[in-house]
């Protein structure tokens, strides 16, 4: 079956950076979109980034452009998030997902996403 793992996620200072990684298996990682979300406290779950499965196409939230850079690598099955300028508002739960069809369209509502990881908590203090 379908597993993605989070890590990485940890308290931080503002301004700090944090790289994420999520471990994907149990199915074809190479051939599908990874996006991540992430869920502030008492917030909704909300779209950060994805990537197409070749890694040539990314897409990002306005309010983490220019910061945060989402990358794979195939031959290890894992997505990774590297969040630059962390700030107070980047505190939450960040999920990686995965669809449920192979494609490359950059989804970005969580409603175009099957499978999800147990989330890893990034918390930025002042």
């Known amino acids: 079956q379908v597993q993605l793992v989070e890590s990485g996620g940890r308290l931080v200072q503002a301004g700090d950076s944090l790289r994420l990684s999520c471990a994907a298996s149990?199915?074809?990682?190479?051939?599908?979109?990874m996006g991540w979300f992430c869920q502030a406290p008492g917030k909704e779950r909300e779209f950060v980034a994805a990537i197409s499965a070749s890694a040539g196409s990314t897409a990002y939230a306005d309010s983490v452009k220019g910061r945060f850079t989402v990358s794979r690598n195939n031959a290890k099955n894992t997505v990774y998030l590297q969040m630059n300028s962390l700030k107070l508002e980047d505190t939450g739960v960040y999920y990686c997902?995965?669809?449920?069809?192979?494609?490359?369209?950059?989804?970005?509502?969580?409603?175009?996403?099957?499978?999800w990881g147990q989330g890893t908590h990034v918390s930025v203090s002042s």
């Open positions: 997902a995965a669809p449920y069809y192979s494609g490359n369209f950059l989804n970005r509502s969580q409603r175009d996403y099957t499978y």
């Open positions: 149990g199915y074809t990682f190479s051939i599908y979109v």
